[in-house]
């Protein structure tokens, strides 16, 4: 079992920048990828970034450019930058995981919610 837990959301201007972390307990030794989810009032959880227990980093479209994922493997703790924040990144983010052997991603967090004000 592994426990993920996002802090760092919060309210900002446009055009500001916040940094979301994401710390896990238990199994972490069987930890694979990793990846920050957000979701909007009325719209689909959507995936922002992945990044693989080596490093590989994905990010989507949306946000390239403006965020960067990170990962520390000694603190198990996933990172998320976010500079250049617009309104439509307004949403809850969630910190997500899958174990080594997995294909899904198996473990949640509670969620952060980000508010970026125009």
């Known amino acids: 079992q592994v426990r993920l837990v996002e802090s760092g959301g919060g309210l900002v201007q446009a055009g500001g920048s916040l940094r979301l972390s994401c710390a896990a307990s238990g199994s972490t030794t069987l930890l694979g990828t990793m990846g920050w989810y957000r979701q909007a009032p009325g719209e689909q959880r959507e995936l922002v970034a992945s990044i693989s227990r080596s490093g590989s980093a994905s990010t989507a479209d949306s946000v390239k450019g403006r965020f960067t994922i990170s990962r520390d493997n000694a603190k198990n703790t996933m990172y998320l930058q976010m500079n250049s924040l617009k309104p439509e990144d307004t949403a809850v983010y969630f910190c997500?995981?899958?174990?080594?052997?997995?294909?899904?991603?198996?473990?949640w967090g509670q969620g952060t919610q980000v508010t970026v004000s125009s």
């Open positions: 997500a995981a899958r174990m080594r052997y997995s294909a899904t991603f198996d473990y």
